[in-house]
């Protein structure tokens, strides 16, 4: 398992501590006084240790496998999308968050109140925030469906990923929550309570997508959230005869993409989950009531996520890309 590397801290450890002051406490009935060590700001006195670097979740992205059978008690109920076949890797791209301890705790209240107002019995919200043994979960923004991958295809996937990450205009960017949603999966198992977002500033969200999507249909694997009738033939079909020269055709296909299609009212991050359905006017009522409580949220977006099996590759945005290729949509 590779090592991972923390920022530099030998200053701080070198440097000189200062002295605490100390209080002279006379003691009433001994013969002579004792000198009683407090620290004055008792709060200062606790260590805070340097936070986890971003590559340290990746290598525990994912929990040991348990079974080679699909079980969904072993899940929380769920039911696996797509059966596990040996040779075959699950595979999705993302954006990832971590919240904040404020934040964490502002969602965790808003799924306690809904469980307390609205739900009951086995209905309840299962909160996405935190695991089973109560540790802190990132939250996502999917850029792409779970993809099914063969293992000779794992490392050509990263690369054509990167390939047209690099040639994209996305830079690091802030994407705010702008309200709540219910959300069934594709298989219409569950229900999930996800933040809707806003749209960058600079459409980075849909240009990341463009990627994504690209991505998939050069291995020839289905896109999610475009409108199919809005795609041309031409990019719908590419990825299927490019296997032997897939880097020229990324390269052609960069430069005549001109825009990308705006795709912000899908993008979510689910928070909690339930295998009930909800109705349109309970989703409405929670909409209405409930959506004050997480409008001052938002994400900070520096890296995007390919997840293949258990193996998380982060690839950073650059905050120095130069817009000369102009796939960012209006």
């Known amino acids: ?3 991972v590397n923390y920022s530099d801290s030998e200053d701080s450890e070198h440097a000189e501590t200062p002295r605490n002051e100390v209080e002279e406490v006379q003691i009433i009935g001994k013969s002579s006084p004792r000198k009683d060590l407090k620290r004055k700001n008792s709060g200062n006195s606790t260590k805070v240790l340097p936070p986890l670097p971003d590559a340290f979740h990746d290598l525990y992205a994912s929990n040991s496998r348990i079974s080679t059978q699909d079980d969904p008690s ?3 109920g769920r039911q696996r999308g797509t059966p596990h076949v040996d040779g075959q890797w699950p595979s999705h791209m993302y954006v990832e968050w971590y919240p904040t301890p404020a934040e964490s705790k502002k969602l965790a209240t808003l799924i306690d109140k809904l469980n307390d107002e609205v739900f009951d019995g086995d209905a309840k919200l299962q909160s996405l925030l935190q695991s089973e043994l109560g540790a802190e979960l990132p939250l996502h923004i999917s850029l792409s469906r779970s993809l099914m991958l063969l293992t000779d295809e794992r490392q050509p996937f990263v690369d054509t990923f990167k390939h047209f990450l690099d040639k994209s205009t996305a830079r690091p960017f802030e994407v705010h929550v702008s309200g709540l949603q219910w959300v069934a999966n594709y298989e219409k198992t569950r229900c999930f309570l996800v933040l809707q977002l806003a749209r960058p500033v600079e459409n980075t969200l849909n240009t990341l997508l463009w990627t994504s999507n690209e991505t998939a249909k050069a291995f020839g694997k289905p896109t999610i959230y475009v409108k199919p009738e809005i795609e041309s033939a031409e990019l719908r079909q590419r990825g299927r005869g490019m296997r032997g020269s897939r880097t020229r055709g990324l ?17 979510h991050v689910s928070i909690a989950w339930s295998h009930g359905s909800v109705s349109n006017d309970v989703g409405a009522g929670i909409r209405s ?8 949220l938002y994400l900070s977006v520096k890296a995007v996520k390919v997840k293949i099996g258990n193996v ?3 690839l950073p ?3 120095n890309v130069i817009d000369t290729v102009g796939i960012i949509g209006a």
């Open 1 to 3: 398992m590779p090592l």
């Open 74 to 76: 072993l899940h929380g």
């Open 251 to 267: 390269r052609s296909t960069v430069s005549r993409v001109t825009s990308v299609q705006d795709c912000t009212a899908s993008f």
């Open 289 to 296: 009531k409930y959506t004050a409580d997480i409008e001052e």
């Open 312 to 314: 998380v590759t982060s």
């Open 317 to 319: 945005l650059s905050a």
